[in-house]
């Protein structure tokens, strides 16, 4: 039986301090080994003068040289022409003596002439009496993290230009929208008065054809003499002031509608906490004798309070369901109804009729000046853009559903709250040059 290695004394479980130890000479070379063959890094060292004294793997796969290509050289083949041009090499070295550090990015040249990218420090190796042998260069190819950054830095620069691009586009087109609004004010101001006036007269014309009929009644012309007369009369005349009367009041209406247009984008609004609810019943009591002409019926849903200008909201709610009651379709009972559809954190308000519906043609020009839905018999083709241009001040959005034959919902969505958070009582004007 074989005798038993005794114990050291002490704990018996503990390692000899020398055990799995590498002697000083192993760790130098594995030291060596891991340098020669890393190969995401060029890692190699200078002598004082700045020639390549020593190279790895890596070395040769960023730069492109074969060692027996390069040690012995100077370190200056690494860079741009400019860059040797202006000394800057040395002015590396220099650093890295003074400072015993020096680390830099920018262009550097391989073998066959392509630059690259790259992340430098070189360090200086001073020996145990302080005596400079060389430095100690690293280098890392990082082409494609600049690029990355370069690219980024492109698409920075052309997103701001857009923006501004896109800024003075808003303002130049607000500016012309501002200028329009003053024209079209102007304009229908100014029309107002002959409008008036030919109202006046046309309605002179009116009470001076029946006090005609009347004279001529009292003066008992002969009977060929007073049916000619009277045929004027009741016939051309009569019929050409109805249609001159006729055409002030259109012309009256249109007039009228752009002045409210243009009012839209001029009044100073308030935003408030509106209770529609409350808005929308006052709205259909008002609207009550319109809606039983019509024979329809109006159904009010749950209605959440919004943030906007009370007056506008009224305005809103006012022009929608007078354009649902406009445009139901005289074949069946008229439906309307007044609600509110979530999707996520969006709450959009609609007013939806059994009507005749709007073709998909049409639409899309909806909610422009001038803009007639199909079998509507008066307005003036003002009442959706009013609508549009107040939701569009109050940074909301209004868009429609419809079939024909079928009928139409109109929505809008307004903003959650006010801007920047702010409680009630904050005024929003409208554009200034």
């Not at 430095?135 to 997103?159: P, S, W």
């Amino acid at each position: 039986m074989p005798r038993k290695t005794p114990e050291p004394p002490g704990d018996p479980g503990a390692r000899r301090p020398d055990a799995g130890a590498v002697p000083f000479d192993r760790n130098d070379e594995i030291f060596r080994l891991l340098v020669v063959n890393t190969k995401d890094y060029a890692i190699f060292m200078l002598d004082p003068q700045g020639r390549v004294a020593t190279w790895n793997e890596g070395a040769q796969r960023i730069k492109g040289y074969r060692s027996d290509e390069v040690v012995g050289r100077h370190f200056s083949i690494f860079y741009t022409p400019e860059a040797v041009q202006s000394g800057w090499p040395e002015q590396e070295l220099e650093y890295a003596t003074r400072e015993g550090r020096f680390e830099d990015e920018g262009w550097r040249v391989r073998r066959d002439g392509t630059r690259f990218w790259a992340n430098v420090v070189i360090t200086a190796v001073h020996d145990e009496a302080g005596t400079l042998r060389g430095f100690g260069k690293v280098t890392r190819d990082i082409t494609e993290r600049k690029q990355h950054e370069i690219e980024v830095q492109q698409l920075t620069v052309e997103l701001a230009k857009r923006a501004a691009d896109l800024d003075a586009a808003n303002r130049e087109l607000l500016q012309k929208s501002a200028e329009n609004e003053r024209f079209v004010y102007a304009v229908s101001h100014d029309l107002r008065s002959p409008l008036v006036n030919l109202q006046g007269f046309s309605r002179e014309l009116h009470v001076g054809l029946d006090e005609l009929r009347r004279c001529l009644d009292e003066a008992a012309l002969p009977g060929d003499l007073s049916d000619r007369t009277t045929a004027v009369l009741d016939g051309h005349i009569t019929e050409s002031v109805g249609y001159i009367r006729h055409a002030v009041a259109h012309l009256s209406s249109i007039v009228e509608g752009l002045l409210r247009l243009s009012r839209v984008g001029r009044v100073e609004y308030r935003w408030d906490r509106v209770d529609m609810q409350a808005m929308v019943t006052q709205i259909v009591a008002a609207k009550h004798a319109e809606v039983t002409e019509k024979g329809a019926h109006v159904q009010i849903g749950t209605l959440p309070p919004a943030w906007g200008d009370r007056d506008a909201m009224a305005q809103i709610f006012a022009n929608l369901i007078g354009n649902a009651v406009q445009n139901l379709d005289p074949q069946r009972p008229g439906q309307i109804e007044v609600g509110v559809r979530q999707d996520g954190r969006t709450v959009a308000y609609f007013v939806r009729d059994n009507g005749v519906g709007i073709p998909d043609e049409q639409q899309r020009r909806l909610f422009q000046s001038y803009q007639m839905q199909p079998g509507r018999a008066r307005g003036e083709g003002m009442g959706l853009a009013i609508v549009k241009r107040i939701i569009d001040r109050h940074a909301g959005r209004v868009w429609v559903e419809s079939t024909p034959g079928h009928g139409s919902t109109f929505f809008f969505a307004l903003a959650s709250e006010p801007p920047g958070g702010v409680g009630p009582g904050l005024i929003f004007r409208p554009f200034r040059e």
